[in-house]
């Protein structure tokens, strides 16, 4: 089986979340690390633009978002299972919160906090993300002040969750919602232990947190990025399964452009090939790695038909 490539950096946390989900399910998996900030010279050519981090590299498949990123591992290494069928659903109301709700004012506050132990620029890139100028010093120290109360119920909502003695986030079995709470918390102690009082004082929380860290990352091997590039160039996108269209969608094979609908709404232009309730596969080419097919979730992207273009 083509190898697992992830593209990733040490203190980004939606990386953990995926680093944890190959630990949990055992797996061998190359690691090419990118900048934190773009440019991103080497993930370009495979995204098409995407610049989120992290990416799953597959061959010449690359999958963006890590709500996507771990179902097709699920997808492809069931075992053990990431989305037991009787937690699924609340597990998926979880991960929604926990990354829409939770981690956004926690990224301020740590951020902020954190100010000097950050790379330059990346404050400002974050900024330009989400279509906003570069903070001061100044207006990051405010948003420490606004979103500290924001964060401290939600620790305390994350600790209720425990009351009942389950041993996981979702009920007695290991979800996606596990990884999804945890890497919003790991970032108060990804990059240093300045923040590590935050969270010290929730002894639930924190025995949780020593359990999934126990999944460790898998067996992560070194891999240079020309070197990923050239296994995209060397591969071709694996053939798209049956789509599920609904009738609202637009036709396989048509010229359209995809990009997240919150932040980092770089745009992906391709043609289309797969789509259902879940997923949106754009087959693209690029001069460095020839025809590479690019994954996307369904949920928190805006498909749309790329304008003049003609279907294929």
């Known amino acids: 089986m083509t190898e697992l490539i992830l593209h ?7 990386s953990e979340k995926v680093r944890l989900a190959l630990g ?7 690691s090419v690390i990118i900048p934190p900030i773009a440019p991103k010279p080497d993930l370009t050519p495979l995204t098409g633009g995407y ?16 709500s996507l990123i771990v179902r097709e591992l699920e997808r492809r290494f069931p075992t053990p299972t990431l989305f037991p069928a009787e937690l699924t659903a609340v597990a998926d109301a979880i991960t929604y919160w926990a990354e829409n709700r939770l ?10 906090s954190n100010l000097e132990h950050l790379p330059e620029g990346l404050q400002a890139d974050r900024s330009i993300m989400r279509g906003l100028p570069p903070p001061s010093a100044g207006a990051m120290a405010r948003a420490v002040v606004r979103n500290a109360p924001l964060v401290r119920p939600q620790l305390q909502q994350v600790e209720a969750m425990f009351a009942d003695g389950r041993t996981w986030i979702a009920g007695e079995a290991v979800t996606v919602a596990d990884l999804a709470v945890y890497h919003a918390l790991w970032f108060f102690t990804a990059r240093t232990e300045l923040l590590r009082a935050d969270i010290a004082p929730f002894a639930r929380i924190n025995e949780w947190m020593g359990r999934v860290r126990a999944f460790r990352h898998g067996s992560p091997t070194a891999l240079v990025a020309a ?3 050239r296994a995209a160039a060397d591969a071709d996108p694996v053939a ?20 997240a609908d919150d932040y980092g709404q770089d745009p992906v232009e391709g043609r289309l090939v797969f789509l259902d309730g879940n997923e949106v596969a754009l087959s693209r080419d690029d001069p460095q790695v020839g025809t590479v097919a690019v994954h996307f979730p369904r949920l928190g992207y805006d498909l749309r038909p790329l304008r003049g273009a003609k279907p294929g």
Request: aromatic residues 14%; positive net charge; charged residues 25%.
């Open 227 to 229: 070197k990923a590039l």
């Open 24 to 30: 949990y399910k055992g797996l061998a998996w190359q």
């Open 51 to 66: 610049r989120r981090t992290p990416v799953l590299q597959i061959g010449a498949d690359i999958y963006c978002d890590t």
């Open 103 to 112: 981690f956004r004012p926690i990224s301020l506050y740590v951020s902020g």
């Open 8 to 14: 990733h950096y040490d203190f980004s946390n939606y």
């Open 240 to 259: 798209p399964r049956p789509s599920r269209r609904f009738d609202e969608d637009l036709e396989l094979g048509a010229m359209v452009r995809v990009r």
